[in-house]
């Protein structure tokens, strides 16, 4: 039978949710319980991400004697990020762990953090999101319903390939690269000198492995788990972007806590962050353990500065707006700790 309006077959996704939502958390609470946030990832149990917000939960009991706390729905439950962006904004969420990516549509000041080769270390880039530059981003998130808490590691993006080794963007040349379908990637890419090949991520190693691309780029273990190095076996260590995740909250929700509780969960969220990056970091060094003693051939680039220069073009594309290039500028203006 054809939905119409009104019909329950016609109930939007996310009033849904909304409601499975609200109704587990009253279930959960009973009334006496603490008042369980409720979060949305889409990494499985285990990940780094999914284990920072637990830790988050854990330290909020702590610090509010019992009353607040943190459910997470991890593995993608309640749909894709944009998904759960929707129905984060309209508050019936409370907190949404998501990639930087899909806010550029939100906000589009929150392309900066994927700029290519902004940051000079990871160091750089953890000091620079979790100082004023990072916040001076997440805040302009609050006009859209959102409020930024923290920011969790996503990892060093490099290329490889299944031709040669990368040390200079003339090696980078003729080769034809995977990019996500985002048009400031593809304009990284080409910059270079290689020819950009938007792509799903799930048609990646069968086009490598049938010559249709010659490489891709992401960290060591995105590079692991899709087995993109049996047939791309050399690692460049660009480290072109280093694009975060982030831990939100719904504009809804923080509006409803007293400014004791606000400083509370911003806490909680800010001391979530070293635990997260420790399994991230142990997670990425096994990643490349593994990987080195299968075969796989690292190198660095010999000259990152090259490729810094060949992106002005893009930084003049993508960096228009005087508080991008205010940020962008005091970004680069940081020493590295």
Request: proline share 6%.
């Amino acid at each position: 039978m054809a939905s119409t309006p009104g019909h329950p077959a016609a109930i939007t996704r996310r009033a849904a949710v909304t409601g499975g939502l609200a109704a587990s958390a009253l279930a959960g609470c009973g009334g006496a319980g603490p008042r369980m946030l409720l979060s949305s990832d889409t990494h499985p149990v285990g990940y780094p991400t999914v284990a920072a917000v637990q830790e988050m939960g854990r330290l909020l009991l702590e610090r509010t004697n019992g009353r607040m706390g943190v459910r997470v729905y991890a593995g993608g439950q309640l749909g894709a990020e944009r998904d759960t962006l929707e129905i984060t904004s309209f508050g019936g969420l409370d907190l949404n762990r998501v990639f930087m990516s899909p806010l550029n549509a939100i906000e589009p000041d929150t392309t900066i953090p994927s700029l290519p080769f902004l940051f000079r270390s990871k160091e750089h880039m953890r000091s620079a999101l979790d100082g004023a530059p990072g916040r001076a981003i997440l805040d302009r998130l609050e006009a859209h319903g959102l409020v930024g808490l923290c920011y969790y590691d996503s990892g060093e993006r490099s290329f490889y390939n299944a031709r040669r080794p990368i040390y200079s963007p003339e090696d980078m040349k003729g080769l034809k690269i995977r990019t996500p379908n985002s048009d400031l990637s593809v304009a990284m890419i080409n910059a270079t000198g290689a020819n950009a090949t938007p792509m799903d991520l799930g048609e990646v190693y069968q086009s490598l492995v049938q010559g249709v691309i010659d490489g891709a780029e992401n960290n060591w273990p995105s590079f692991e788990s899709g087995r993109h190095f049996e047939a791309a076996p050399y690692f460049s260590l660009t480290r072109h972007t280093m694009t975060p995740e982030v831990l939100l909250m719904a504009k809804a929700r923080w509006d409803k806590l007293s400014s004791a509780d606000r400083e509370i969960v911003m806490a909680c969220a800010a001391d979530s962050v070293p635990f997260m990056r420790k399994l991230w970091d142990e997670r990425v060094a096994a990643s490349r353990e593994r990987l080195l003693a299968a075969g796989v051939k690292e190198n660095e680039v010999a000259d990152r500065e090259a490729f810094v220069r060949l992106m002005r073009p893009v930084y003049d594309q993508f960096v228009t707006t005087p508080f991008q290039k205010r940020i962008v500028s005091d970004i680069e203006a940081m020493a590295t700790s």
